[in-house]
């Protein structure tokens, strides 16, 4: 997301876009949406799928575990909702990058703004991926709590929420890498944590699977 090359994307946002409209814009020579807006609707595809599976899981045999559910859906719902908003702030943060970059730099006064601007602009970029984490984080631990009391005919949607959320988290360290790399050192650290979060996601993502996977097999 560093490229100094980047134009405005269009105004739509993810929400009101057709999924073909977006995989149009996806594969065309533009500069978003791209890897970070792929991360975030990976978290919102996984949230979904949670919301799904848990409102399958309301039949009068569930009824004892009805707090559980509703605790969980409700969740669901509300990262599936943040989720889709970070992708349209992903698409905002790359534009802010690119428009940093072409700031004029024909003085000392201009090449210290242009400096400040793209300082600010990197950080957000890497920001949002951070916040993006944190929505995989939380789906794989509602996709987890819902396996053991959820309707078994739709175990194998728990699963593919685990995948989704491990790929948003996957992606999203790539996006904070690469904008980390062209910030000063001391930035670094306000990522650590989160890069750090994102092999503990990845670990637990990846036995979820498994477990779903021995579920099926019974």
Same mark, same amino acid.
């Given at each position: 997301?560093?490229?100094?090359?980047?134009?405005?994307? *269009?105004?739509?946002?993810?929400?009101?876009?057709?999924?073909?409209?977006?995989?149009?814009?996806?594969?065309? &020579?533009?500069?978003?949406? !791209?890897?970070?807006?792929?991360?975030?609707?990976?978290?919102?595809?996984?949230?979904?799928?949670?919301?799904?599976?848990?409102?399958?899981?309301?039949?009068? &045999?569930?009824?004892?575990?009805?707090?559980?559910?509703?605790? =969980?859906?409700?969740?669901?719902?509300?990262? @599936?909702?943040?989720? %889709?908003?970070?992708?349209?702030?992903?698409?905002?943060?790359?534009?802010?990058? !690119?428009?940093?970059?072409?700031?004029?730099?024909?003085?000392?006064?201009?090449?210290?703004? @242009?400096?400040?601007?793209? #300082?600010?602009? %990197?950080?957000?970029?890497?920001?949002?991926?951070?916040?993006?984490?944190?929505?995989?984080? #939380?789906?794989?631990? %509602?996709?987890?709590? %819902?396996?053991?009391? !959820?309707?078994?005919?739709?175990?194998?949607?728990?699963?593919?929420?685990?995948?989704?959320?491990?790929?948003?988290?996957?992606?999203?360290?790539?996006?904070?890498?690469?904008?980390?790399?062209?910030?000063?050192?001391?930035?670094? !650290?306000?990522?650590?944590?989160?890069?750090?979060?994102? #092999? *503990?996601?990845?670990?637990?993502?990846?036995?979820?699977?498994?477990?779903?996977?021995?579920? =099926?097999?019974?």
């Amino acid at each position: 997301m560093t490229a100094d090359t980047a134009s405005s994307p *269009e105004s739509t946002t993810f929400a009101a876009s057709t999924i073909g409209r977006y995989l149009d814009d996806l594969a065309a &020579k533009i500069p978003a949406p !791209g890897g970070g807006a792929v991360a975030a609707l990976h978290a919102a595809q996984g949230a979904a799928l949670v919301a799904m599976v848990a409102r399958y899981t309301t039949r009068a &045999k569930d009824a004892d575990n009805r707090p559980a559910i509703d605790r =969980i859906l409700a969740a669901a719902d509300a990262a @599936r909702g943040r989720a %889709l908003a970070l992708a349209d702030a992903d698409a905002a943060a790359f534009t802010a990058v !690119g428009a940093a970059y072409k700031l004029p730099k024909t003085t000392d006064a201009e090449n210290a703004a @242009r400096a400040r601007a793209i #300082e600010a602009a %990197l950080l957000q970029a890497a920001r949002v991926p951070a916040a993006v984490v944190a929505e995989a984080d #939380e789906i794989v631990s %509602l996709a987890t709590d %819902l396996l053991p009391i !959820g309707n078994p005919n739709v175990v194998t949607d728990i699963g593919a929420a685990a995948d989704a959320a491990r790929a948003a988290a996957a992606s999203s360290q790539l996006n904070i890498a690469i904008n980390v790399a062209s910030l000063a050192d001391h930035h670094a !650290g306000e990522f650590e944590p989160v890069l750090r979060r994102v #092999e *503990e996601i990845l670990a637990r993502a990846d036995a979820l699977h498994a477990d779903v996977v021995t579920a =099926i097999a019974r």
